[in-house]
Every structure is written in C-alpha cells, then in structure tokens.
C-alpha cells in the first residue's frame, strides 16, 4: 500500500470525501447513482446464493476519467460481506469468484506465463496482505522450465512465478524498479499485483476485492519520478487486485464531519472550510484498521491465494 | 490491550473526551492547569539532556479517584520524543530511566522474585508490544533454581520469569485466570505487566511511557466477571508500564469534532449533542495508528526489555 | 520438544539404538516381529483407502514399562506418507482420523472441557509444532461461559481452551508449572497436549501421529524437579499428541554406524564399542530435520488444529 | 542456502569428506598443514584481545582452482567463538572487523552504489540468516536519490539498496534472474551477497565468517542453468558473506565414520567403500543444526547488519 501517498492521491473528487483506492467509491460519491456520467459505464451484478455482489466500472475514455480521478480501464468490485470469516462455506465460492473474474480480465490464462507481485510490509499487519498471499501461493514455473511441456500438460499447470518484492522504506528502491528487473529478466506475458488498499468507508474493509486492468500506484513515497505498475511503464499487461484494509485517518475525520454538518444543514462551502481548518498535520501518518484485522488478513490472504492456485494449477485439490 | 473494552472505560470524564488509559490525559482534561484537584497530587521533572519529562500523578483517595476516574495510586509518565527513534544516543539513557522508575515503584528489587507479564497478541502490530518485550527477555528463575544462591550473587542477578499468555479469542481464558494461575504455582513477589494502551491523542503514540503501581485490565471483552490484574485480584504487587500506540478511531473523531466546534463558538452542550448524534457503530471497533508501528514497536520494546534486563540481571552487558 | 534431555531418556532399550519418543519405534527395535513381548500388546489396523496405517502399542503392566522404557498406557500410531502433503485429498481424512482416535482415547468429549496445550519454542521451525497448532483453533471456553448452554448446544460446541506457555529458556519456569497454574484456575477435565518429538529414523520424521494417554515430558532442561505432564502431575486425564520432526544427531549417527557395522559381519558388542568411542560432545545440542520442514509444519498443525476443532465444535464447516 | 546442490559440488577433494562452503575447510582437509599447496596462499592472524582469528586463503590459478574445488580468488574466514552470543562486548568489535574485511575486499566504498543481497528462505530458521541481515538494514539510496549529494555529504552515507529475494521453490525463478534483474534496472557498482553456509564439522556451526571475493551458488535445485552470482554472470563485483549454520546430515554421518574407521586402522580405500555402501538415498534431504539455533541467527545477523550499517552510514550511532 502507497502509505505516504495521500498528497498524490488528489482528484477532482477530493473535495468530496477522502483518499480512495475503490472506483466504487469514487462513483458513489456522485450522490445520484442514476445519473449518467458520461465516459463511465456502471453493470451491477448480484450473486444471492453465494452472498456476493459484483460491480463492474468501466472508465472509457479521458472525460471518464477525469471526472473518476482514475485511469482508462475495467474496475470490477466484489462485495462480500463475509470474505474476512473463516468459514468453508464462504470462502470456497469467493475463491472461485475471484478466480473467475481474474481469468476474464486476463482474457484467458492458457499458455501465458505470469508474474505474482505481492506488494506492501510484511511486518504491518494490514499491508501484510500482498506478501501473505504469495507465502500461500503454488509455484509451478522453475517446474515447467525443468520437467517441460510434457510435465505441465498432465498436471494442467500454466506457469506461474511469485516474489514480495517489500516496500521502498526496506529495499531503498522503488516496487516499479524490482519489478521491471524481474520483467526484463523473465519475460512474463502478464504480471498480477496483490496489494492492501485504502478506503473511503469502513463498512467495505476487509470485505471488498477490487480488481482492475488498470495497474496500481506503490508506495513511490519521497520520489518524483514513482514509476506506476502499469502496462505503459512495464511494457506487459497488468491486473492488480487489491482489498481495501485500512481507511485514512484524515479521511475518516472528514468523513464524519462532512456527514455530520450536511445533516446540520450547513452549505457544502462551509462544510469545506470546516474541514480546511480542521486539516491536522499530526493525523497525516496515521491510519484506521479494525481490531481482528489480524484474523481477517489471513483469512483473506488464503482466499486470494487459492483462488489464484485454481487459476494456474487445475489439478490442485481436484 | 483491552481491544473491546471502550464502552467499560466510561468515567466520569468520558463526556471530556474520548477514551484514554493515560492518567496524564486525564488529567490534561481539566482545563486549568494549575487549578488544584482535592486527592490528586501532580509532579513535574524534566531531564533536558535526554529530552525527558516526566510527570507524576498521584491519586491520594476516593475523590481523586472519582474525579480522575482511575484507581488510587501512582502514575509516572515518561514523555519521551525520541523513544521510537533506532538511535543508540535515545534508547541507552531512555532504557536506564525506565529501570530507575520501575525499581523506584517496586520499593527496591533485591531478592525479590519477578514475573514479567506481556499482554497483548503478538499478531496484531500495535498490540505486539507486550509479547515482544517478553522475547527479548532475559529471563533468570531456571538458571538461579539451578545453581544456586552462589551462582546468582556472582552474576548480581535477581529471579525473573516471563510469560505472553495471548489474548481471550486465542485461548478461551481471561488472561487474569491464567496469570493467577502461574502465580499460585511459582509464588513471585511481584508481577510487572507490560501492555500496549489507548492514548487519547496522536501525538503521544509511541513517545510515552506510563508505569503505575495500580495494575491494568487486560482484554476483558464478552464476559463480566473480567479479573483485573491488580494486588487485589493476585494477591501479590503489580506494577504496569504501558506504551500507547492505538487511538480509538470513534475518540479520534470525536476530539477533531469537539475541537472544532468549540472553536466555533458552539456551546459545550451543543458539542455533545452533536457528538452523540455521530455516534457511529461501524467505528467501534477500529483503532488508529502511525504507518510506521511496525518499526516503532519493534525499537519500544526492545528498549523497555534492555531496561527491564538491567532491572535483573546488573551484570549484562558491563 | 526436550532439546536438551538426551541424557535423560535412557533405557533399558538405549543401546539398541538412540533416543526416540516413538513406542512403536521402541517396540520394533526388538527384531523379531513376532515375538510376543510381556506386558505389551500390539494391534494393526490398515485403510489403504487412505492409505493410513495405525499401530496400536498397549503396555499394560510394569514387566512391559520396563522392557519398553515406556510408561505404562495406550500409544496409538498413525503412518500416513502424505501427513505433510497440502492436498486436500490427503489433509481431510487424516484430520478426521486424527479426530477419532482423540475421542476414542478420551472415551468420548460430550461435556467435557478441555485445555490444549502448545509445547515448544515456536522460533525454531521443527519445534513450533504446537504453537502452530494452538494458533489455529477455535476457542470456545470464553463463548460458552459468556453465552451460556443454549449457545453451546445449539452449535454443537464443547468447551476447549488452549495456551502455548513458550519453553523454559523463554519464561524461566517449568512448562509443568504453568500447565499445573491454569488447570489450578481454570479446571479442565482432560488436556491435550500438542508437542514435536524426535524419532530414531528420518522416514518417519513429518509422516507419523502418536496419540498417547501417558503424558508428556516437556524440556526440562537443567533441573532435577522436572515435571511430567501426566495425570499423576496434574491431576486431570491428559492425551499426548506428537509428531516426530527431528532426528538426535548423535542418534542418527550411530544408527547409521550400527546398521553399517552389522553387515560387515561385526558382533554387536563390537558395534557398542565403536559407538562409545565415537561419542562426541559437539554432536551433543544438534538435530537432523528436513530441508522442507516449514512447509512441513505448515501442513501438519493445520490438519491437527483441523482434527482438533471438529471435536470441539462439530457445527464447524458443516 | 542451496538446500539441494550437494550433488553439484562434489569436487576433487570431496571423497576426503563431505559437502562445505567454507574454503578454509578444504584447505585444512590437507593434513599436511605445512605443505605448501601450489595455486593456494594461506595467511593466519590472530587477535587474541578480541577473541579473533582470521585465515585468508588465495586461491591464485587454475592449479589452485582444480586443488581446492573453489573458483579463483580471496576467502577471508573470521573465526569467532564468541559470535553467536548475545554480549555487547563481542558483537561490537565483531561487526568493526567484519565491517573492516568487507571495506577491504571492495577496495573501498566511497562514492559506491552497493546492493545487498539477503539468501535463504526466512521460514527455516537456519536459512534465514540473509533476509534477517536485510531486515535490519538502514538502506540509504532512496534517501540519497531524494534528497541530493549534500544530504549524502552531511551524513556521511554511501548509497545501499538491499533485497530478500525468496528461494526458487517460492518464487518460481532462480535468484540469478532476479538479482539480474535488479541490477540491470538499479545499476549498482557491487552487490554484498549474503546467506547461510554449509560446514563440513559441527564445531564451525554459528561461530565463522567467510567473506570472498568469488560470489556465491544459491539453491539452484532441479534447473541446470543455474546461475551463480558472480562478477561474470552479474556483470559487477560480488562479495559474499556467509555463516555455516548448517552441517549436511550426509556429511556429518561420513565425517564421523571416516574418523572412527581410521582410528580403528581400516585403509583410505575400505573407508570409501565403507561410506559408499552406507549412502543412504533418505539422508539426502536432511540438515543437522544445533538447538539454539533461533538465538543464534537473530545474534549473527545483527551482528552482521551492524557492521553492514557502519560500512554505509558513518554517521549511525556516533
């Protein structure tokens, strides 16, 4: 997760709720959920039996994504108010979900070798959840490059590859140089991103998996020159798959206040001057998580990871 | 920490502020500084070259205790900026300071027996403190039944032992079950307790150190008949040091809001209106804290462990 | 597990071959298979289905404690070669197997409350065995005491708490002491006890369960007044379950020297002459363990935290 | 550490003794000490205030190259009894030697971009060493890269980036693709490699340093297109630091029959075949390690780090 990059994060939006990582969010905050936005096209899925709802963004084109603040491209969002609990019964269908959504946005997995990054601290508890899902993850590429094609067509592998390349503060480099190296080394046709996201809302944490064809900020932090882990920047395809962990702390004060004022009957000019004076510097380091987010990052972790082995190594567990 | 405890620290002060396990801040809540509280008793030191203050509250009797709404006893607070810098200059002084109070509190540690005690889950950052400080523990009981009386004078070393018993939702049983429990079969004189705790305010996170000799309450949670660990309740003497690394998120809310709106002239009745209007339930049960915990946990501990061997075992490292 | 106590496990059998925690280990050092031995009783079962075997060793009586160097109880072996497999074909029956021979030995968990148990250190990747397991149960005693029997029954749980009380290196206690605390306050029926043992072979090691009723010894390292954890110790029934992860150094050596020997045609008196005068210190404090052995234990504590679970709260996953 | 490479080292010196990392190791299976080896220069120093011994082996032509088993090049080896203890008088001048010998065999780190490069999988204790050296790194080239050449100048850094790649059975690549990969994007002038040995007698086990000059194999397992890390496969100069941690259980069953067999007046030639005969196919994925190996990694690489700090930030502590 891109901790220090709320000052980045600004959008036309901004002024209409804090920092978010979910489309989803951005959409909603265009309080009239009717109203077309021109540019942006919105499909709503729901899956009753399996407790599960599938919001699909799609950023068109410039006017799009000017007026989300996000990038060109297919922002799927699946709602699943039990993702986060150990329970076989929920996190079976949710793995298969996810894999399911993962495969079409990849446009189909067969014979395309791919690249796993997890991102984020594995010593951060809610930024663990990148490097918690490769930790979890089956392997298979060094198999198929050692016993051959032979090898893979029985056990109905693709070939897959994996690293948690940890967060600029430890390695002194940026995430995007890791993994261009990595890219330029081993010639992956697709590079999928975990990453721990942040929200708007903390009702969606630790129950909301995002996933886009859009690529994903790291923490670029200090720099100026953050290289984006993205298609234009790692010159392969990229789909990043992130579940929101963790809200800004400034974002929720503001939050709070905002909706507390309107209620008030106070104009939206003043709601922003209140907010404005209020801004406090010490809040800008911190953020909000829930108490069992242990728990729910394992869990989830397994989830993702499961859902990502069914999508490499068919056999496993058949 | 005592993760769900927030509706049962309600004080008498809780309408002033949100909650806090620091009697400082409590404290702090009456405006006047130098207004006297009848049976509350305040000191103030500072140690200019090591960047130290240190504040004790003593609450001298019932009234104290009413108006404060912490039990009677004494409460020393080190306010230290530099106590999570990695910075041999800050943490050697810092640990030695920390040694001196905890001995000062206990009435002396020779040939006392002590029983280290660190709550908190080792899984969740900030509530890693207490665990963490017991793994760099030196701990003394075994090597001095061993070799003796001899052994132990020429080492100039004192009986420690050290449990992390986890958390409720770990092991089913309240934490003071279990320490009574060890106590009944290894008979210390005294048991310390380490913990993580709640701080009212952002700045104090990870600065400050406060040790008490009224003991603590662990994660009492569900139930009611929770044990606090106090001379009370183990029948031996408790000192407690706790570290505030979280801010409740609802406290955090709701001191920016009362800030604010004071400042905007509103009436201290009309503040609380608003305040209990925003009570929002989806915040219960988040916590705030600095993106860089994982490092500060890792430097407190190891310097509240560092003055807790010197406590011990005078011999290390002379 | 008992690093240090070696020198300890002597026995009448100690000649025959190195240290191991495995009685059906002991019973085959008495090479003809057949042989009915006095005071033990040996029972096979097999389900090639699942391709399990389970040896069942029963000494009955003090003839049989002493030719086996055993105390006198029921030891239950489960051989399964796919135990450190993550293949869900594999890790559910076993569990299940698991399972019901920990409710045949306990005759029965209806009612009961139960304290598991966690030995070892769980810093050292083939000791942490216990801790691992501890860590993925699901806790019921504080649900129950909380929300009372109509909780309880209606999702089928029986009451079980768990602790991992760390090895005496880490708290300066007995294990023995802290066990006999909690069970002082908490007053469990029966305790189960998770620990890693060593084996005399490295086919076994990861690919055996031993369940026994006899009790545990946990590392008692320096002192004298070691404490079982066994009935007689801690005055409630207490199941053992153990899964060999290490090989003595020492042991394997002369294993290795004794098999070679034997076949070069040299009398067994020579052989033990050959291993006393190899003896060697340095061999004293080093064990043998596989190179995979974290994905190893990974594997196995999940499948016995899964055993254990389903006894404790059949409504789980169902 | 490469777990599974035993069977790619054999060398000419192999059958006089198993599988090590460590020159000075071969160099002493030459019973002769004083035998002058042709190709091969030794050089012994002692410090006897520190407790310190460090043997330099040059390996300076192919003759030597072919003699030893070992590539061309310098091997320094501090032998350090004291290294594995957690005592601030052995740890401190402990990490200025090896600070000094690393400085050395770069021929200076002024104005250098140095990699670090942390070995070994970090969930078996006795292969974490590398990522435990680089989890407490201060790595200072995004500092630098931010914040300008007078930052760098004030505080007396030199630039370092550091990473902990994973072992190809968790990644899915060999270490050498990613660490090319790496290079290639960051440009480093060297890369500081360091991992976990494997020594030939348990007596070296936590207690030596070998620094070289020559680079190192990490696991290149099932592949045969292993690369190693050296100045030909990477393009820049290599220094790799290694602990043995671990003895092949192979080798120290070998190690031990050869001696016994000797001292019992058997031939060269019966002892090889002795020990062919013995070769036991389950032995070939099993270490040996002592028992207090988690205490021990955590000292040794702190040890190491230090040292590694001192090299890069002058400034840190003084």
Chains 1, 2, 3, 4 share one sequence.
Request: hydrophobic share 35%; aromatic share 4%; with cysteine.
């Amino acid at each position: 997760m891109n901790w220090k990059q709320s000052k980045n994060s600004e959008s036309e939006t901004s002024m209409k709720g804090g920092r978010t990582d979910l489309a989803l969010e951005v959409r909603e905050s265009f309080t009239e959920d009717n109203v077309e936005i021109k540019g942006v096209i919105l499909k709503k899925e729901e899956n009753e039996q399996k407790d599960i709802r599938v919001t699909t963004v799609e950023i068109t084109d410039k006017q799009g994504e000017k007026v989300m603040g996000k990038p060109i491209g297919t922002y799927i969002t699946i709602e699943a108010p039990h993702l986060n609990e150990k329970d076989e019964n929920f996190y079976k269908p949710l793995s298969e979900e996810i894999a399911k959504y993962v495969e079409r946005l990849a446009g189909g997995l067969k014979n395309k070798q791919v690249l796993v990054v997890g991102l984020g601290n594995r010593e951060v508890t809610p930024d663990a959840l990148g490097p918690d899902v490769v930790d979890n993850l089956f392997v298979t590429r060094h198999l198929i490059n050692e016993y051959g094609k032979e090898f893979k067509e029985k056990h109905n592998m693709e070939s897959m590859s994996a690293i948690s390349p940890g967060v600029m503060a430890q390695t002194g480099m940026e995430t995007g140089e890791i993994i261009a190296g990595v890219i330029h080394e081993t010639k992956p046709d697709l590079v999928i991103v975990i990453d721990a996201l942040a929200a708007r809302s903390v009702e969606r944490l630790n129950r909301t998996v995002q996933i886009t064809d859009t690529g994903i900020s790291p923490g670029a932090g200090v720099g100026n020159n953050r290289k984006e882990l993205n298609r234009k920047n790692l010159g392969v395809d990229v789909i990043a798959l992130g579940v929101p962990t963790v809200v800004d702390a400034a974002t929720i004060v503001s939050e709070h206040l905002e909706r507390l004022l309107s209620r008030q009957g106070f104009s939206e000019k003043e709601v922003e001057c209140f907010i404005q004076e209020m801004n406090d510097p010490s809040m800008r380091n911190m953020f909000v998580t829930p108490k069992n987010i242990d728990e729910s990052i394992k869990q989830i972790s397994y989830t993702i990871s499961e859902a990502l082995n069914q999508c490499f190594f068919k056999g496993i567990g058949a």
